[in-house]
Antibody, heavy 121, light 107 residues
């Protein structure tokens, strides 16, 4: 059974930093692309970052570019999101999502349960 | 970026009703469209990918159609467990973008 379990969410002050983790199990993590998607309270879904299976390709939404860094450790079956210079508008539930790829395109087929990041003084 | 627009934003329906939700892309995305169901406090669940392919384990009452810019999700006979918010998402190009969601409520 595919499982994705996020952790690391917390209350942090504006300008602060936080590192989110996503532990994967039930599939060969090293062969899948991975993504982070967030959802602000009461709002819709926003994709924020992508990482290829071997970490050679990284992508970011403009809203987080230069502030967030995605990474993975295939030996530990784990995905990470390092967040810095946090703003109030970064307050959201953060989901990791597995990318199911075919013909060069990928869609998110499995999602974790999410971890809440609150940015407030 | 590709903008995704869903309609309606919300709807009220009764158990047993047939429900259709529409999603329009601001530019052609071929068939690179997915649909998700989200219940309060839960993660999104994949229903449909490639516009019309049913995700494994998803009941056949869910169906999708369309290509290019116009897409639909249909629930053939609404059941109590189907009351939720539904999102479309394009994956033709990054950044992935989602529709604003359609909340399906009990009439």
């Amino acid at each position: 059974e595919v499982q994705l379990v996020e952790s690391g969410g917390d209350l942090v002050q504006p300008g602060g930093s936080l590192r989110l983790s996503c532990a994967a199990s039930g599939f060969t993590f090293s062969t899948y692309t991975m993504n982070w998607v967030r959802q602000a309270p009461g709002k819709g879904l926003e994709w924020i970052s992508y990482i290829s299976a071997g970490s050679s390709t990284l992508k970011y939404a403009d809203s987080v570019k230069g502030r967030f860094t995605i990474s993975r450790d295939n030996a530990k079956n784990s995905l990470y999101l390092q967040m810095s210079s946090l703003r109030a508008e970064d307050t959201a539930v953060y989901y990791c999502a597995r990318g199911q790829c075919s013909g060069g395109t990928c869609y998110p087929d499995y999602w974790g349960q999410g971890t809440l990041v609150t940015v407030s003084s | 970026d590709v903008q995704m627009t869903q309609s309606p934003s919300s709807l009220s329906a009764s158990v047993g009703d047939r429900v259709t939700i529409t999603c329009r892309a601001s530019q052609g995305i071929s068939s690179y469209l997915a649909w998700f169901q989200q219940k309060p406090g839960k993660a999104p669940k994949s229903l449909i990918y490639a516009a019309s392919s049913l995700q494994s384990g998803v009941p056949s009452k869910f169906s999708g159609s369309g290509s290019g810019t116009d897409f639909t999700l249909t629930i053939s006979s609404l059941q109590p467990e189907d009351f939720a918010t539904y999102y479309c998402q394009q994956y033709n190009s990054y950044p992935w973008t989602f529709g604003q969601g359609t909340k399906v409520e009990i009439k």
